[in-house]
C-alpha cells in the first residue's frame, strides 16, 4: 500500500529535550515536506526537499532542522524544543516539483512541549 | 501576510443540497490551486485540483471554480452527503516547489 508513515503519532516532551520524528514513504517521491498545523494558521510548510541532500527552508523553519541521506526518508529534529513548538504536524510526499502533482500526507504526529 | 484566505471557518449543510467553500488569494502568480480534505486524526487527502489557465474543473460530485480576475477559488459539493463532513483547505502553488494552504472550513452536513 502506498503511503507515508510518521513516528511517533504522539509526543509529550520537555523543553529542551532534542527529539525526532521520523518520515518515510514508500512511493520513490523525489519531493518530501513537513508541514505543521495550528488553530487559525492551516498548514504552513517548514521544510522541504527537492531530491536526496537537496533541501530548502518553508515557511516557518526557525527551530527545526531536516536532512534527507536516503529518497524515502525525511526526519525532522528538534534540537532544543520550546513551548511554541507545540502542534501537530505532517509530512508530505509527492512524485515531483510542480503544484500539478498530488501530496500524499502523512498521519501526523501531535507533539506537546512542556 | 495571509495569501490564501479561506474567510468561513465553518459551514453547515443539509444532506442532499450544495455545499460551497469558498477561498481567496493574493498572488497572482499562483499557478495551480488544489482543495485538500482531512478528517480527524487523519492526514489530509487530495481531493481536486485546477490550472490557472482553467476556470473549471470536475470530478464526480465535486467542481472547482476559478474565478482569476476577482482572485477567487470555490469548491461545490453536489448533492453533500454525510462523509463528507470534514476540514476543507485550499492551497495554492507557484515556483513549482511552494504550496501555501489556507486556514481551513469545517463542514459539516447533517441529515
Known amino acids: 500500500e502506498a503511503q507515508v508513515t510518521q513516528n511517533p503519532r504522539y509526543l509529550i516532551t520537555v523543553t529542551g529535550k532534542k527529539l525526532t520524528v521520523t518520515c518515510s514513504q514508500n512511493m520513490n517521491h523525489e519531493y518530501m515536506s513537513w508541514y505543521r498545523q495550528d488553530p487559525g494558521l492551516g498548514l504552513r510548510q517548514i521544510y522541504y526537499s527537492m531530491n536526496v541532500e537537496v533541501t530548502d527552508k518553508g515557511d516557518v523553519p526557525e527551530g527545526y532542522k531536516v536532512s534527507r541521506k536516503e529518497k524515502r526518508n525525511f526526519p525532522l529534529i528538534l534540537e532544543s524544543p520550546s513551548p511554541n513548538q507545540t502542534s501537530l504536524y505532517f509530512c508530505a510526499s509527492r512524485i515531483g516539483t510542480g503544484g500539478m502533482y498530488e501530496q500524499y500526507f502523512g498521519p501526523g504526529t501531535r507533539l506537546t512541549v512542556t | 501576510d495571509q495569501q490564501v484566505k479561506q474567510n468561513s471557518p465553518s459551514l453547515s449543510v443539509q444532506e442532499g443540497r450544495i455545499s460551497i467553500l469558498n477561498c481567496d488569494y493574493t498572488?497572482?502568480?499562483?499557478?495551480?490551486f488544489l482543495w485538500y480534505k482531512k478528517y480527524p486524526a487523519e492526514g489530509p487527502t487530495f481531493l481536486i485540483s485546477?490550472?490557472?489557465?482553467?476556470d473549471k474543473n470536475e470530478d464526480g460530485r465535486f467542481t472547482v471554480f476559478l474565478n482569476k480576475s476577482a482572485k477567487h477559488l470555490s469548491l461545490h459539493i453536489v448533492p453533500s452527503q454525510p462523509g463528507d463532513s470534514a476540514v476543507y483547505f485550499c492551497?495554492?502553488?507557484?515556483?513549482?516547489?511552494?504550496?501555501?494552504f489556507g486556514t481551513g472550513t469545517r463542514l459539516q452536513v447533517f441529515p
Open positions: 498572488n497572482s502568480m499562483f499557478d495551480y
Open positions: 492551497a495554492a502553488s507557484y515556483n513549482t516547489d511552494k504550496l501555501i
Open positions: 485546477i490550472s490557472s489557465i482553467k
